[in-house]
């Protein structure tokens, strides 16, 4: 039965590694991979009260993780409806291409530590195509903005999923991932960042021609700013409410969503028609990326038989003894987390490694957080933030590789180096 669950699992991961040349979603190959896990595992264990209890356990964890993505996807489609990012993007102006890339390199990090990456990559992306006229400088700018948001996003609780998977799962607390990240998390963005700019030298910011920087917003500046700042005060608020009422964060996000909701509803509700349609909480419910919240069901839910089987475990105790160096063994995690999706990974990784062994905020986690959020800029495929700006400006695979891939390399190991060593200090 282990060898076949194995064998399953490793089908499945390849054919999500493998989503564009297969042609088939990988959230198919997820729930399919769930399904015949499970349903392995339930013939061969052969008690079947031990299996439900085993497989309600396993739902609570998701479920907690799926709505509070859920929640927050939601949040940021209705302040993206009401044209509320245009409150930061609007605020760019400068003329040399290598000031802009300051600019966006740290409004893509902050923001990114906020929403989380895959959001900001969306958002910055596309102001970029209303800034920049030359396809060359817009992919250039893409590739920093993806290593920027992926950075931004491992060094707070709600930045990066697989950062809040570690969080709700109880591996990290809020206050202490933010003080242990930050710094290595900066250094990934301003290795490349640094090294960027010096290569664009004082090449002028060519802007397209048919952009007018007072178009006219279906939006009131009133509408944009209550929703941009009551979205922000929301999911920043969310590790406050968690830690005073000790509920998980799932929680809070769906009271924010709620108090959002209202206030949307009583600030539109003289309006009719289409323009009150476009702006409702309900519609925003129906433009969230449903398929990625299908996959990470599916994910975890197939991770979940690996860890009831101790086969994770097994994995950790071979790792442990083969490479030995537990700081070595994450830094590996994070540089496979370029190839395959780094959700399975950190998903794999806290079934491998037990909260008894490795207490919260042990170096294990937070390594962990800062690698698998941060490898996944090596390659453009390694993380929802690469994958987003892939799809929104066509990069090519290989022409990612050329040019971006050294850097975030380089910023990738400066993060890590400096880790160990601040760990080394402060312990």
């Not at 090596?378 to 987003?388: D, E």
Request: charged fraction near 15%; proline fraction near 3%; charge should be neutral.
């Amino acid at each position: 039965m282990l060898t076949a669950l194995t064998l399953i699992f490793v089908l499945v991961y390849a054919a999500i590694a493998l989503e564009h040349p297969l042609k088939v979603n990988k959230s198919a190959s997820a729930l399919l991979g769930a399904g015949l896990l499970w349903t392995i595992y339930a013939l061969g264990q052969g008690d079947a009260h031990l299996v439900g209890e085993q497989l309600n356990e396993s739902l609570m964890g998701t479920a907690q993780i799926v709505f509070f993505l859920m929640g927050a996807m939601t949040i940021v489609e209705v302040v993206d409806a009401h044209n509320g990012f245009e409150v930061i993007t609007s605020r760019i102006k400068t003329t040399q291409l290598s000031s802009l890339m300051w600019m966006v390199g740290f409004v893509s990090f902050f923001l990114s530590s906020i929403l989380d990456n895959l959001t900001t990559t969306i958002v910055m992306v596309s102001l970029m195509k209303k800034l920049l006229d030359k396809r060359e400088d817009r992919l250039f700018f893409a590739g920093i903005i993806v290593i920027a948001a992926n950075a931004g996003g491992a060094w707070t609780p709600i930045g990066d999923v697989t950062t809040t998977m570690l969080w709700i799962g109880g591996q990290i607390t809020a206050v202490e991932i933010m003080k242990g990240l930050f710094i290595p998390s900066l250094a990934n963005l301003l290795v490349p960042l640094g090294i960027t700019a010096w290569m664009l030298g004082s090449r002028p910011v060519i802007a397209p021609h048919h952009y007018n920087s007072d178009e006219l917003f279906e939006t009131t500046a009133f509408e944009r700013n209550l929703m941009f700042f009551m979205g922000l005060a929301i999911l920043v608020l969310v590790p406050v409410f968690k830690t005073v009422t000790h509920l998980p964060p799932f929680m809070g996000i769906l009271l924010g969503l709620g108090v959002l909701w209202m206030v949307g509803d009583l600030v539109h509700r003289k309006e009719e028609g289409l323009r009150k349609q476009r702006l409702t909480l309900a519609r925003a419910l129906t433009r969230i990326d449903m398929s990625s919240i299908v996959f990470f069901i599916g994910i975890l839910l197939s991770v979940a038989v690996l860890e009831h089987t101790h086969i994770l475990s097994s994995i950790a105790q071979w790792l442990d003894t083969t490479v030995g160096r537990q700081d070595i063994i994450v830094v590996l995690i994070g540089l496979v987390s370029a190839v395959v999706d780094n959700v399975p990974l950190v998903a794999a990784s806290m079934g491998m490694y037990s909260l008894q062994q490795y207490p919260a905020d042990s170096f294990l986690w937070e390594f962990m957080a800062y690698c698998a959020g941060t490898g996944g800029s090596i390659l453009i495929i390694g993380s929802a933030a690469g994958v987003a700006a892939m799809g929104l400006e066509k990069i090519d695979f290989i022409w990612y590789v050329k040019k971006i891939s050294w850097l975030a390399l380089a910023g990738y190991f400066s993060g890590a180096i400096l880790y160990i060593v601040q760990f080394r200090l402060l312990h």
